[in-house]
């Protein structure tokens, strides 16, 4: 297995170099930095636009752009953004943060819940539980997260505040502290981050219910699961030991990846609520046509979703032992 890991290791090179040429090829393409520059600064001199285009290489052509910017990336030097003219790194660093911290909150919740429903709607397959919990999986699904966090905003900021005289929102409803708030409050911090990590987890929750039971169901009632149960076997113990672990190998597919995709930002949510993460971050980027900025956002994302891709293989060989990877 560490063998594999490491030439997926090694591929991961190649395949960064493939994803950022071509996304630097579209950027370059598709926007114009030192047309992002001059609405930033409509008084730059004629030095200072040569002196502009000499740092950031854009006298060469496309490839000698990507180059120059390569070059740059791998050594640590990620340069300034155009709007503000302020390192890429720190601020990039803190979206990211940010979104983990989220991103983990709020897939924490939803896949756990969503896993328990899942099992619990399998093994009582046509039950109450089973109709309502399916119903109420594809009632979440068909919500957009804009409109269950424009309600959830509604509900606790405006309409809680009115029926119980309150002086503040019950819940806040934009950004992760209070104006003005310095150092680090863990209450405080949760408490921004119920309602947008709610959002989040409401999609994800319903998601993993169906998945979970959809596959679990399958497993259930498959040939080995007979035989497991013609030898004697406790029912507990089949779907223990059995029927879950073989289950969860399609469900952490989407799991790894849903977690890889995370890292990129929950662009609707992080919008809606002020929340400065690596969504909020990539939207103030491309609209500035800010291609420093935006650069060093792919190749974070483009690596945790090829790591995460990496962690999906190994846990399929934890799981089933059957699989081997060589």
């Not at 730059?44 to 740092?55: F, R």
């Not at 979206?95 to 756990?112: D, E, K, P, Q, Y």
């Not at 900021?157 to 409803?173: E, Q």
């Not at 009632?221 to 059995?242: C, D, L, P, Q, W």
Request: proline fraction near 6%.
């Amino acid at each position: 297995m560490l063998r594999y890991i490491l030439r997926r290791m090694l591929w991961l090179i190649p395949t960064l170099f493939v994803v950022t040429f071509l996304a630097f090829c579209a950027l370059r393409i598709g926007t114009d930095p030192l047309a992002s520059f001059l609405k930033q600064n409509p008084r730059a001199s004629l030095a200072n636009i040569k002196q502009y285009k000499s740092v950031n290489g854009l006298n060469g052509t496309i490839p000698e752009q990507y180059f120059h910017w390569l070059r740059h990336f791998v050594t640590g030097n990620w340069g300034r953004s155009i709007k503000g003219s302020t390192p890429v790194w720190p601020d990039l660093k803190h979206a990211m943060a940010n979104t983990a911290v989220l991103g983990l909150f709020s897939s924490g919740l939803g896949i756990f819940f969503g896993l328990s429903i899942g099992i619990i709607a399998a093994l009582r397959q046509y039950s109450k539980f089973d109709s309502v919990s399916s119903t109420g999986a594809f009632v979440a699904l068909s919500i957009p997260p804009y409109i269950s966090a424009i309600v959830l905003q509604l509900i606790f900021a405006v309409y809680f505040t009115r029926w119980f005289n309150l002086d503040h929102p019950f819940l806040p409803t934009s950004g992760i502290y209070p104006p003005g708030h310095h150092g680090f409050d863990l209450i405080l911090r949760v408490k921004y981050m119920i309602l947008p990590g709610v959002v989040v987890a409401i999609q994800t929750l319903a998601v993993y219910s169906r998945y979970m039971r959809a596959s679990l169901l399958e497993v259930k009632n498959s040939e080995y699961m007979r035989t497991a149960r013609a030898k004697g076997i406790s029912e507990r113990r089949v779907i223990f030991r059995h029927a879950l672990r073989n289950a969860l190998i399609p469900v952490t597919t989407f799991a790894a990846l849903d977690i890889g995709a995370i890292i990129g930002g929950l662009v609707i949510t992080e919008n809606i609520f002020g929340y400065p993460g690596m969504g909020v971050f990539f939207l103030k980027a491309f609209n500035n046509g800010d291609y420093p900025q935006l650069m060093p956002w792919l190749v974070i994302v483009a690596i945790a979703l090829i790591l995460f891709n990496l962690v999906a293989d190994v846990v399929y060989a934890f799981l089933d032992p059957r699989i081997r990877l060589a």
